[in-house]
């Protein structure tokens, strides 16, 4: 763990080497985590754009993704 608030740079990294081939599933893995968050974060806290924004954005690789 670095420290930084999940998903940190490392996680997200990690995370994108894992789904690699599965961005819908990607997707999918951190709308169930952010579901999670917003039962234990305070409601001030944009969880959409720390959950989720993040995996949204296209890649030059990426022509089936989101």
Do not use: I, N
Not at 45 to 60: E, H, I, K, N
């Amino acid at each position: 763990m670095c420290g930084a608030a999940w998903p940190c740079s490392p996680a997200k990294l990690g995370l994108l080497a894992r789904y690699r081939d599965d961005r819908v599933g990607l997707l999918v893995f951190l709308g169930a985590r952010l579901v999670e968050a917003a039962a234990e974060l305070p409601a001030d806290v944009d969880l959409y754009a720390r959950f989720v924004t993040w995996a949204r954005q296209r890649t030059g690789g990426d022509r089936h993704g989101p």
